[in-house]
Structure formats: structure tokens, C-alpha cells
């Protein structure tokens, strides 16, 4: 069993920056693969970023890619996502999700069998 908790999220300007995180429980967390997933109000929760679990690849949605970066500490049990040049298109709750079946990353949102509660991104104009 994996339990995921978020943190990080808030208010931030446009052009702004914010850093989530999520430890993760569980002697494992080395050998899963981590997503980071977002769902915007009235929308489908989408693909944001994977990591592998040696954090030597990664993926990223194209709206996201140059402007998001997601790492992970496996000695602290945390999973990252940088996000810089913010805009108010990328508010929705965050939530990160780990996927023990595989080591490599996925874009697809039903491999992840462990998710977090997330934690809301607003980004104003």
C-alpha cells in the first residue's frame, strides 16, 4: 500500500512559479514509476509529467513541456514538479500518482493504481 500527500499548491500570478511536492509512504517508492496528473473544473483529469523510477527519463504534455520540470528524491520518498511561466490555463487541482506495476513512465492515466488527494494551482491574470 501507497499512500501519496501533495503539497505546494496556492495563488500565483501569471509568469509566476510554484513547486509541488509529494511524499510518498512505503519502503518501495524506489521502484515506481510517478505521474503528476491535473483536473481542471468541469474537465477530465489530464497527463501533466512522468518520471521513471531512477529519475533518468521523463515525459511531459506538450503544454506543459519547457515550463514544467518533474524530479523525484528517493531517499526522501518525494516526487516534484517545478512549475515556471505559469498561466492561467494551468489552474486546476494537482494530484500525484504512482504506478507499482512498471518502472518506466506513463502518460496513461489508468496504469496508476495509487493517487493523492491533490492540491489546487490557481494562477491569476
Known amino acids: 500500500q501507497v499512500q501519496l500527500v501533495e503539497s505546494g499548491g496556492g495563488l500565483v500570478q501569471a509568469g509566476g512559479s510554484l513547486r509541488l511536492s509529494c511524499a510518498a509512504s512505503?519502503?518501495?517508492?524506489?521502484?515506481?514509476?510517478m505521474g503528476w496528473f491535473r483536473q481542471a473544473p468541469g474537465k477530465e483529469r489530464v497527463f501533466v509529467a512522468a518520471?521513471?523510477?531512477?529519475?533518468?527519463?521523463?515525459d511531459y504534455a506538450k503544454s506543459v513541456k519547457g515550463r514544467f520540470t518533474i524530479s523525484r528524491d528517493n531517499a526522501k520518498n518525494t516526487v516534484y514538479l517545478q512549475m515556471n511561466s505559469l498561466k492561467p490555463e494551468d489552474t486546476a487541482v494537482y494530484y500525484c500518482?504512482?504506478?507499482?506495476?512498471?518502472?518506466?513512465?506513463?502518460?496513461?492515466?489508468?496504469?496508476?493504481?495509487?493517487w493523492g488527494q491533490g492540491t489546487q494551482v490557481t494562477v491569476s491574470s
Open positions: 500518482a504512482a504506478d507499482s506495476s512498471r518502472y518506466s513512465a506513463t502518460k496513461i492515466l489508468g496504469e496508476y493504481d495509487y
Open positions: 512505503g519502503r518501495t517508492f524506489s521502484s515506481y514509476a
Open positions: 518520471i521513471n523510477w531512477s529519475g533518468g527519463s521523463t
